[in-house]
């Protein structure tokens, strides 16, 4: 079975442009959950989606934007990037949101770099 | 908001010694997650706790949640090469709609 697939693996934009990352949960999974990691840090979180809903959000400035569509994937758009917004975009697919996320299938991630 | 810290950030061992990671939350905790990260690759899920006091072992391995749960631990015995890699505490919050990583703890293994 496949894994949670991410796309693009590796992208390079420039200060000002816009991003949309890819993610497509495993099989049966309702529930995804995008965070930003920085090298040499812990995942950030940025946002839950289950059944198409967005059911927790991270500290992160409105530029972040996500949803999720009926056959489960995910899209995370970020406007305006920033120098800071250099980082690796991990998606992690679940069965359960909600209350009991339970454990996390997390993608390879996108590499993110903003020139 | 909720804040998870982990100690030591980096400990170099020789193989064969012991490892132990820590763990602490500004707040409560509704379960704890524990995330193994080899260098180049995605967080690997090891193990939940979820009951105040609870103990877990995996091999060599034993997780540890807190009586208040908000502390953890993570205890390897007798390391080995294969352990390399950083490892992470994530603190569900009551809502159970967010992980809240640690730091993390790069564990390094000499042979």
């Not at chain 1, 990037?81 to 996108?110: P, Q, V």
């Not at chain 2, 030591?8 to 704890?32: A, K, R, W």
């Not at chain 2, 967080?43 to 208040?68: D, M, N, Y």
């Not at chain 2, 603190?91 to 564990?107: K, P, S, Y």
Request: glycine residues 12%; proline residues 4%; aromatic residues 12%.
């Amino acid at each position: 079975d496949a894994g949670v697939t991410q796309s693009p693996t590796h992208l390079i934009k420039t200060r000002g442009q816009h991003v949309t990352l890819r993610c497509s949960p495993i099989s049966g999974h309702k529930s995804v959950s995008w965070y930003q990691q920085v090298l040499g840090q812990g995942p950030q979180f940025i946002f839950q989606y289950y059944e198409k809903e967005e059911r927790g959000r991270g500290n992160f400035p409105d530029r972040f934007s996500a949803r999720q569509f009926p056959n489960y994937s995910s899209e995370l758009n970020v406007n305006a990037l920033l120098l800071g917004d250099s980082a690796l975009y991990l998606c992690a697919s679940s069965f359960r949101g909600g209350g009991d996320t339970g454990e996390l299938f997390f993608g390879e991630g996108s590499r993110l770099t903003v020139l | 908001g909720q804040q998870v810290m982990q100690i030591p950030q980096y400990q170099h061992v020789q193989e064969g010694e012991d490892f132990t990671t820590y763990c602490n939350s500004s707040t409560t905790l509704s379960n704890i997650q524990w995330y193994k990260q080899r260098p180049g690759g995605h967080p690997v899920f090891l193990i939940q706790l979820v009951k105040s006091g609870e103990v877990k072992k995996q091999k060599r391995l034993t997780f540890q949640f807190g009586e208040a749960k908000k502390n953890s631990s993570l205890h390897i015995t007798a390391t080995q090469t294969t352990d390399v890699g950083t490892y992470f505490c994530a603190g569900v919050n009551n809502a159970g709609n967010m992980l809240t990583f640690g730091g993390g703890t790069r564990l390094m293994v000499k042979p």
